[in-house]
């Protein structure tokens, strides 16, 4: 008999399913299509509409008012830029063990927390500060 076939961890041993009684229903041709399908277009549809928004915005614009574009020499050194990148996140996850990249993440996350927290009430006590200063005023004209 084949040891992939009686292999009690991939769930398809002849004694039954997992030790904990759970099995997963097999997957049929018609459950792959629509899983591959959905996927192709949830990652089709926004890049479409996107481009659309995009063109009947540039439509109504003049050429000064235009988004940046790119070059064709940043579109020459963008694969050198991309493939030190991946390198140097791949040295980076090789060198450091996973508890100080999870401390680094941590950190990173928090720091961002932080400053967008504070940035939120920044700007709504500003906001509160200014209606104060409008509830304050005579209204003129109405008396």
């Given at each position: 008999?084949?040891?992939?076939?009686?292999?009690?961890?991939?769930?398809?041993?002849?004694?039954?399913?997992?030790?904990?009684?759970?099995?997963?229903?097999?997957?049929?041709p018609e459950g792959?299509?629509?899983?591959?399908?959905?996927?192709?277009?949830?990652?089709?549809?926004?890049?479409?509409?996107?481009?659309?928004?995009?063109?009947?915005?540039?439509?109504?614009?003049?050429?000064?008012?235009?988004?940046?574009?790119?070059?064709?020499?940043?579109?020459?050194?963008?694969?050198?830029?991309?493939?030190?990148?991946?390198?140097?996140?791949?040295?980076?996850?090789?060198?450091?063990?996973?508890?100080?990249?999870?401390?680094?993440?941590?950190?990173?996350?928090?720091?961002?927390?932080?400053?967008?927290?504070?940035?939120?009430?920044?700007?709504?006590?500003?906001?509160?500060?200014?209606?104060?200063?409008?509830?304050?005023?005579?209204?003129?004209?109405?008396?």
């Amino acid at each position: 008999m084949d040891s992939a076939l009686s292999d009690p961890h991939n769930g398809s041993a002849e004694t039954g399913g997992p030790a904990n009684g759970t099995t997963r229903p097999p997957s049929t041709p018609e459950g792959i299509a629509l899983a591959y399908g959905s996927l192709l277009l949830m990652a089709l549809l926004p890049i479409f509409f996107g481009a659309l928004r995009s063109v009947r915005c540039a439509r109504g614009k003049n050429a000064s008012d235009m988004p940046e574009t790119i070059t064709s020499r940043d579109a020459a050194r963008f694969p050198i830029i991309a493939s030190c990148t991946l390198l140097g996140l791949y040295l980076f996850f090789k060198i450091f063990s996973q508890e100080y990249i999870n401390l680094l993440l941590s950190m990173y996350f928090f720091v961002l927390g932080i400053l967008a927290l504070s940035h939120t009430i920044r700007s709504e006590g500003t906001s509160l500060q200014h209606l104060k200063q409008l509830s304050q005023e005579p209204v003129q004209g109405l008396g």
